[in-house]
């Protein structure tokens, strides 16, 4: 049993058990049989003729779990009220929750939190609305918007069973960069209503995170909202990865010796993703980028139902290579996978240029594991934690929202996407880069700050920021 406790997890099992017809002993024995490990036992109720109990047991994985709930059903007398592991635990009532900053102690305390103290400071914003940035939460809050289209892994679940995701996101927004953030999952999929939903809700907001949003219907929705609204909007799938990727990339060609400009990069899967990246890469200064989806690569002259790929098809693949990924991945630098599993073979690494990059985002099972890529590639990255160089999205959101909530600009621009990239990237000292250190780690406490320095630096330059910089001078006193 030593390895389950090392390696395992708990769950606990509240079972109502009939006292004349079973033994708590017999209970622990199936228990024990099954190869659970009992760790606690606490009694929760008692009547003459039952006792309810809540059983702590050491498990090694959630099908070891499910054998022990069907040998506890076999056994007459006992009934199975409910089963729950840590992570449902964690769960339970959501994971974050709304705190007063100051408490109300007195009528003083009350009178100025709401009335008749808080009508003048009403009456402050109302005569100039920018100061709802300053006098409200606008100033640190950020709305994690989704529709519940194309969450993780689990494709159209709807939005009640997105909200734990969007949660898990507000809480990676506050503990890394002090971001107050709030999960709002619509129940529509109409692309209008969601933007007029989105606009409806701004006002309380000084940033919208879109996540989880099915393409094509993310691109009009973010496009729609960065034009008609005046607080920064972030599909994060697209954009997030796109820099994170980036940023791992510039580390990369660096090791390697290569210039970034002149690889050529083949990128698979040409959905929100793969289009958000291949647009970061060209702003970088690639000039072949070969896109790569079910029918073949992506060319110009072709014809596509998807909008998004007649842009494709016009800005990439300059030398018109057709063909499967296997046809035009010979004498590629980088490999770029948002696909999904298997999907790039040891025969293609093998016609890769020499060093060649993988990096295979597909998420659980990557394009091609780092097992069977390891004697080819020279670096290797995936979107897993169990691997080195981990590709994740949370190196790059909280320190772009911590940076444009500062400086109060109206919407992230490529130039302070390209900033956050290399932001991320320069983390990495010289001597610390090797093949399996390109990228930081998601609880590198340096990323956050790095980010918001270069993101406000780029949004002055950009010039969207409406908070003059320090070096402008100290805002008023009232402001700051």
Not at 78 to 93: A, E, K
Not at 134 to 145: D, F, P, W
Not at 243 to 264: D, F, H, P, T, Y
Request: hydrophobic share 40%; charged share 25%.
């Amino acid at each position: 049993m030593a390895g389950l406790n090392g390696g395992g997890t708990s769950v606990i099992v509240r079972l109502e058990i009939h006292k004349e017809l079973v033994t708590f002993g017999k209970i622990a024995t199936a228990i024990g049989d099954a190869g659970g490990d009992i760790v606690a036992i606490d009694v929760t109720r008692a009547s003459k003729t039952t006792t309810t109990r809540d059983i702590t047991v050491k498990v090694s994985d959630p099908e070891h779990t499910e054998t022990i709930t069907k040998v506890l059903k076999g056994i007459p007398g006992v009934r199975i009220i409910n089963v729950s592991d840590q992570t449902f635990l964690l769960h339970l009532g959501g994971k974050i929750e709304v705190t007063p900053k100051v408490p109300i102690k007195n009528r003083d305390d009350l009178s100025r939190v709401y009335t008749p103290g808080v009508a003048r400071v009403c009456m402050a914003i109302h005569d100039d609305p920018s100061k709802a940035h300053s006098l409200t939460i606008k100033r640190n809050t950020v709305a994690v918007v989704s529709d519940g289209t194309a969450v993780l892994g689990l494709g159209n679940i709807g939005p009640e069973a997105a909200m734990p995701v969007m949660e898990g996101k507000a809480m990676l927004f506050k503990q890394m960069a002090g971001v107050d953030a709030f999960p709002i999952c619509l129940d529509t999929q109409d692309t209008e209503e969601i933007i007029r939903t989105v606009k409806a809700i701004a006002p309380g907001f000084g940033g919208i995170n879109l996540e989880d949003i099915s393409s094509p219907r993310c691109f009009e929705i973010e496009e729609r909202l960065i034009n008609e609204l005046d607080i920064p909007v972030f599909h994060d799938d697209q954009h997030g990865t796109a820099v994170v990727i980036l940023a791992g990339l510039l580390n990369a060609v660096k090791l390697v010796g290569k210039q970034l400009e002149s690889c050529k990069v083949v990128v698979t899967g040409i959905g929100a993703a793969g289009i958000a990246c291949t647009k970061m890469l060209i702003s970088a200064g690639v000039t072949n980028v070969i896109g790569v989806d079910r029918q073949g690569a992506i060319v110009r002259g072709e014809t596509y139902t998807n909008s998004a790929w007649d842009w494709y098809a016009a800005n990439t693949n300059p030398k018109e290579e057709r063909g499967t990924l296997s046809d035009v991945i010979s004498g590629a630098d980088i490999f770029i996978g948002l696909s999904g599993p298997g999907v790039l073979k040891q025969e293609d690494v093998k016609r890769m240029a020499a060093d060649p990059i993988v990096f295979a985002m597909a998420n659980p099972t990557p394009e091609i594991t780092p097992e069977e890529a390891e004697p080819y590639v020279r670096v290797m990255a995936t979107g897993r934690s169990d691997y080195p160089n981990q590709i994740n999205n949370v190196l790059c959101f909280p320190g772009i929202f911590r940076g444009v909530l500062d400086c109060r600009a109206s919407k992230i621009t490529q130039e302070m996407k390209l900033a956050a990239a290399k932001a991320i990237a320069d983390v990495v000292s010289e001597d610390e880069l090797n093949e399996y250190y390109i990228i930081p780690s998601v609880f590198n406490h340096a990323v956050v700050e790095k980010v918001r320095e270069a993101v406000m630096e780029a949004a002055y330059e950009s010039g969207v920021a409406r908070r003059r910089s320090q070096r402008e001078g100290h805002e008023a006193h009232h402001d700051a």
